[in-house]
């Protein structure tokens, strides 16, 4: 695999027994522990987002084999779970968090399942794992008109920056979904790099806020887990998802034309 090529890998909840809502994307302890233990014996490099945006933009260069091991949403099995493993490993990471839906203080409500306390994200934070912004309330962001778009984007980083003591440098798209306008706005409200979903390998030609990434699942065996870090064979292993991403992108940009011209015509 080109370090030109860098698979960054989506992750949700890790739990023996998530909830239904979650169960597809997300993957079992142990399931986890065996998949990072093929990244060690592999020789791979995990890097945090922000360390991969630094390296792209300086030109300074990729270690071989890197990696970007990511979570979505903020999910208690995070702490509870994933985190001794990868402080097993010494492995790098970044938890994209949406802020609404973490227990404390910010709480919204609508979260899928148990989250993290936000004593739990201070302490990943303390442990060298990344904390990215992933909205407040996880909607659709580019069906949201711009008030409401800039409310999610600037309302997680301020609670991150509160919470944290630093503004976050990476973002997330809930369910993978933006458009040119979503990522304008992402980059002036300050954040310097963004991923999507895709599910290909990321590349600097996708641009600094729009980086691919691979999803990792409940159903992800060994075999397919290897050929995905590897690069081998990604445009196959997901080619009924993009298939219909391209499909549900046609009908969110037709949605959001009616929507607009509704709210002309008012």
């Not at 996708?206 to 690069?231: D, H, I, K, N």
Request: charged letters at 25%.
């Amino acid at each position: 695999m080109s370090t030109s090529r860098v698979p960054i890998l989506m992750y949700h909840a890790v739990a023996h027994a998530p909830a239904r809502a979650t169960y597809g994307l997300s993957v079992s302890p142990h399931a986890f522990a065996r998949q990072m233990r093929l990244l060690a014996d592999r020789g791979f490099h995990p890097l945090t987002t922000e360390e991969l945006a630094t390296a792209w933009r300086s030109g300074s260069g990729l270690p071989r084999k890197p990696v970007l091991i990511t979570f979505d949403d903020g999910y208690e099995g995070v702490h509870r779970h994933a985190l001794p493993t990868l402080v097993e490993h010494r492995f790098r990471s970044t938890l994209f968090a949406s802020t609404g839906w973490l227990r404390g203080a910010h709480e919204t409500g609508g979260a899928l399942d148990l989250m993290l306390s936000w004593g739990q994200v201070k302490e990943l934070a303390a442990s060298g794992m990344e904390i990215g912004g992933h909205s407040h309330t996880h909607p659709q962001l580019d069906q949201l008109p711009d008030d409401q778009l800039w409310f999610e984007v600037l309302k997680c980083r301020e609670v991150l920056a509160t919470e944290l003591g630093r503004a976050p440098v990476s973002f997330a798209y809930p369910y993978g979904y933006s458009s040119r306008r979503v990522r304008r706005i992402v980059r002036a409200a300050g954040f310097g790099i963004s991923l999507a979903v895709g599910n290909g390998l990321a590349a600097r030609p996708q641009g600094p806020y729009a980086l691919e990434r691979v999803t990792v699942r409940r159903s992800t065996g060994m075999a397919e887990f290897e050929r995905l870090v590897e690069g081998r064979g990604v445009g196959r292993l997901f080619a009924r998802d993009r298939t219909l991403t391209k499909g549900y992108a046609l009908y969110r940009r037709t949605r959001q034309v009616v929507r607009k011209a509704s709210e002309t015509r008012v």
